[in-house]
């Protein structure tokens, strides 16, 4: 079992910075790959990156590659999303998860625990 809760949303000029952190509590952190998703008003909710129970294989949406970039600390049982170069199009709620079983790292399905979101705010 694991809960997690993100944090580091907020409002940013286009071409800003922003680093979203997802804690996670639970005693088997390492054994679950990670994903971040989001969901802007009224569109679906869509893949955005994930990340290899080790951290030695990354996955991105190729609207955000190059610009985003996940990673994790398995002591501090938590996963990172470096966002640079943030455009008005990057607004959206970014939600975590956390998958228990080897998956399709861009399919929602797979994963079997969500945390709460938070908000991202690209202004132009």
């Known amino acids: 079992q694991v809960a997690l809760v993100e944090s580091g949303g907020g409002l940013v000029q286009a071409g800003g910075s922003l680093r979203l952190s997802c804690a996670a509590s639970g005693r088997t952190f390492s054994s679950y790959a990670m994903g971040w998703f989001r969901q802007a008003p009224g569109k679906e909710r869509e893949f955005v990156s994930a990340?290899?129970?080790?951290?030695?294989?990354?996955y991105y949406a190729d609207s955000v590659k190059g610009r985003f970039t996940i990673s994790r600390d398995n002591a501090k049982n938590t996963v990172y999303l470096q966002m640079n170069i943030l455009k008005p199009e990057d607004t959206a709620v970014y939600y975590c998860a956390a998958a228990s079983v080897g998956v399709v790292p861009s399919t929602q399905r797979g994963y079997d625990y969500w945390g709460q979101g938070t908000q991202v705010t690209v202004s132009s």
């Open positions: 990340i290899s129970r080790s951290g030695s294989r990354t």
